[in-house]
């Protein structure tokens, strides 16, 4: 990660019903911006109602404020809410309108109808214009049974997803609301996509810029923006921009790019690789080092400095309710419940990315800062006791107290999400399927078969919405022969329609152009065996669990079901 990312997830989960006031910084609007377009808005759910997220370039000058009611005409209702900014970046100004932080302003409307659609308008506030008026539909309160579907995605940047991106625009006037598993914008890849260097796997040498895999993933012109005049760059990019500040100019293209979808539905977000990580690498001339260190910006550091202090403590996640921020949560939709938890960090004994009590020695009980590494993240919960120690975690226990509660009689399906696939082809329990070592009888034919409903899990993997990395090739060595279809070449997203108690459908939608790529029936019944069918051999079904990782392998590209 090229920078400090976890608190800036568009759409992010707010699960909170009040949060501390930020102080405010001074603001003189004197002058007005010129930089990028603004405003970034997204919607997320809370218990009973939503939160609206938008971002000004400038700060308010007060709390920010929405007007909302039932009717496009009458917004009568006004309620208020909070401000949070980086501390570290500098915020925007003339002289340096992208390496600068935006104000995140978030604003609860809990005790909303269930199944109603609301019209809100941001008012003018210090200098800025007011908005149209937009609108949200709020959730199904649980042991609602009509059907509905959702949009599911992971992995999606800007480039390789313009056709991940149409679709997804289309879907958005259908579905209920979209569920990203992680890897959201992919701006610490521009970083490593426009770096001046020889060795990595994406450089720019001086008169050519190449990236991994196939298809060829070429930079869309919108990152061939130079940067405003009169700001200096600190290597001079090859592609327009700053190398020291692409990485929030990215996010801030990326998000402003999905206005359309997440400002229409919930945009439901959890932490992949992309984001789990507080820093990975310094840039040339250790130029992070010497901004997030030593306050110099455009400048350069001897030796690259960066440790888990780096960062500013507000780059930490949010305010705890029902889990934490938009690292762990879940809620209620119909007669469904979805778990969102986070496979990155917070568990033992060695996840991903690893707070840094693990690099204690000894009896030490702190390590000194130059002791930390760039990557060590979180814990984000407590951690009380041992750091190998299973129930010692916040998250672990959080997840297991949330799917013990669970009523089954009223969201009979439960899906939970993490970024990190529990399943592969090369996992040992997946062989016993290939060899027949599985009861027989409970297969029904080549597409198929029963499992024991409420014993055992439907696994699917789902990492191809598009990104600057293109698709992570499989070496034909690997593929196992009960793979029905391997495609490494579209990029998609996934559907979920929840048909009723019983019937649930997952389908692939090709970016190319919108097709079907691949279906997968679920039937569920908690007083019976299930039963799932799909139109790829190989796959199984009962309640879903679905993950999300780099390689692109749903619907046609080798699902794995248990």
Not at 156 to 182: K, P
């Amino acid at each position: 990660m090229f920078a400090c990312a976890v608190a800036a997830l568009v759409g992010a989960a707010v699960l909170a019903s009040s949060a501390p006031t930020e102080e405010r910084r001074d603001v003189d609007t004197m002058y007005p911006y010129t930089g990028p377009q603004m405003p970034v808005i997204s919607l997320a759910y809370i218990p009973g109602g939503m939160t609206v997220h938008y971002q000004t370039l400038f700060g308010l000058g007060a709390n920010p404020v929405i007007h909302w009611g039932l009717s496009s005409e009458n917004q009568n209702h006004t309620t208020s809410g909070y401000t949070t900014h980086y501390d570290r970046t500098p915020t925007c100004s003339q002289a340096m309108t992208t390496m600068c932080s935006a104000y995140f302003h978030n604003v609860l409307l809990p005790g909303l109808q269930s199944a109603t659609t609301y019209y809100y308008i941001f008012p003018a506030q210090n200098g800025t214009t007011a908005s149209p008026v937009h609108s949200f539909t709020t959730s199904r309160t649980a042991g609602d049974n009509h059907e509905f579907s959702i949009a599911v995605l992971n992995d999606m940047g800007y480039t390789n997803a313009q056709g991940t991106y149409q679709y997804l625009n289309q879907a958005a006037d259908e579905v209920a609301f979209a569920w990203h598993g992680g890897d959201i914008s992919y701006a610490d890849d521009l970083f490593d996509g426009i770096l001046s260097c020889d060795s990595e796997d994406m450089c720019y040498n001086g008169s050519d810029s190449t990236l991994t895999d196939t298809p060829p993933a070429p930079f869309p012109e919108d990152y061939n923006i130079p940067l405003p005049e009169g700001e200096i760059p600190d290597q001079g990019s090859p592609r327009g921009g700053d190398e020291n500040v692409i990485y929030e100019t990215n996010w801030d293209i990326w998000q402003q790019w999905m206005n359309p979808i997440s400002m229409k539905i919930p945009y439901m977000t959890l932490p992949g690789n992309h984001e789990a990580a507080r820093t990975e690498f310094d840039g040339a001339g250790n130029i992070l080092t010497a901004y997030l260190i030593s306050n110099i910006s455009n400048g350069t550091a001897p030796k690259d400095g960066l440790t888990y202090y780096s960062c500013p403590p507000s780059q930490r996640p949010g305010d705890e309710t029902n889990g934490i921020g938009n690292f762990w949560y879940s809620f209620d939709y119909g007669n469904a419940h979805f778990v969102s938890f986070d496979g990155e960090t917070d568990y033992p004994p060695y996840s991903p990315e690893w707070p840094f009590v693990r690099d204690l020695t000894g009896n030490a009980i702190h390590p000194l800062e130059n002791q930390t590494f760039s990557t060590d993240s979180g814990p984000f919960g407590y951690i009380n006791g041992s750091w190998k120690d299973n129930s010692a975690y916040h998250q672990i226990k959080w997840l297991a107290d949330d799917l013990a509660s669970v009523n089954r009689t009223k969201t009979p399906w439960v899906f939970a999400m993490t970024h990190r696939p529990m399943y592969s082809s090369e996992c040992e329990r997946i062989w016993p399927m290939n060899n027949l070592s599985i009861v027989t009888s409970d297969i029904v034919n080549n597409h198929t078969y029963n499992t024991g409903t409420g014993k055992s899990v439907t696994y699917l993997v789902n990492g191809m919405a598009g990104n600057i990395e293109s698709h992570s090739s499989i070496n034909a060595s690997k593929i196992l022969n009960y793979t029905a279809v391997l495609n490494q070449y579209h990029f998609g997203f996934s559907k979920l329609a929840i048909h009723n108690d019983t019937v649930a459908t997952w389908k692939y939608i090709m970016g190319v152009n919108g097709s079907i790529g691949d279906t997968l029936t679920m039937i569920h019944s908690p007083q019976k065996t299930a039963a799932a069918t799909s139109s790829v051999p190989g796959l199984s079904a009962s309640a879903t669990t679905t993950t999300a990782h780099g390689a692109s392998s749903t619907g046609p590209n080798a699902p794995i079901g248990t």
